[in-house]
């Protein structure tokens, strides 16, 4: 695969390298695999945290409430993509659909609102790494903290806030309480880290290129990891060159 030009001329974020010129997939059918995809993960996400409220009894001496908080972890995560991948259009061909699933997982995620974050990312897509940019903040000097502390102010919202306290005061009601907070609160700040530091700090701080389009950056290839960290959002230099791709068809662009 042939190279492009487009690196950070100030050094690059740890794990990513220069943007490899994106083998160009086509927009295929979608028939049916996002609607499974995005069933999968709202199956696998709810299932495990209603055992992990209702049924699982943690011994916090052993590594396994920790680890099954890191999996709730990659489930939340998986939520939030499945509701990007619905603001390209790529769940499913029928809008109805895809907006449904869309607003479903993003209200899962922490009661995000899709309509109100529909027009934020179309705006990042469109004036990526500027002041126009609702996810960028000064790439070139600014740290991780103030970054995400804007990213938030843009996002976060105080009805959010409201619903997350009330929706806790009341499974609390219900479940054991270290429960609610380790497989129901901690994930979802820890998704939201984790999507804000693979798919916005990592890929677009720092200068870029003249000539890179999409002020991204990409990190090597290597499939198992880049599904592991974001879902393959890591690809981000491909995703900004081929929306059009679900996360499960990202991968091919390596």
């Known amino acids: 695969m042939t190279e492009l030009t487009h690196t950070a001329t100030s050094p690059a974020a740890s ?5 490899p010129a994106p083998d160009r997939v086509k927009p ?3 028939r049916g695999q996002g609607v499974l995809a995005a069933g999968v993960i709202l199956g696998c996400w709810g299932a495990l945290l209603l055992f992990l409220l209702a049924y699982y009894r943690p011994d916090w001496r052993t590594p396994w409430p920790y680890l099954l908080a890191l999996l709730q972890t990659h489930l939340y995560t ?3 993509i499945t509701a990007h991948d619905a603001m390209h259009g790529v ?5 109805w659909l895809n907006d449904a699933l869309g607003l479903l997982t993003a209200g899962l995620f922490a009661f995000n609102w899709f309509p109100r974050m529909l027009p934020k990312h179309h705006a990042h897509h469109r004036h990526v790494a500027t002041e126009h940019d609702p996810d960028f903040h000064d790439g070139r000097h600014s740290g991780f903290l103030p970054w995400f502390a804007r990213f938030a102010w843009n996002y976060v919202t105080l009805g959010q806030v409201l619903l997350m306290a009330g929706a806790y005061n009341v499974l609390k009601l219900y479940f054991p309480q270290p429960n609610v907070i380790a497989f129901w609160m901690l994930p979802a700040v820890l998704a939201t880290l984790q999507l804000f530091y693979f798919g916005t700090y990592l890929p677009h701080r720092g200068e870029h290129a003249p000539d890179n389009p999409h002020k991204s950056r990409s990190q090597f290839r290597h499939h198992l990891w880049a599904f592991v960290s974001c879902y393959f959002f890591g690809y981000h230099y491909e995703h900004h060159d081929q929306p059009y791709l679900p996360w499960w068809r990202l991968w091919k662009t390596k």
């Open 15 to 19: 794990g990513s390298a220069a943007n």
């Open 28 to 30: 295929g059918p979608l």
């Open 78 to 80: 998986g939520l939030f």
């Open 91 to 95: 769940v499913s061909p029928r809008k």
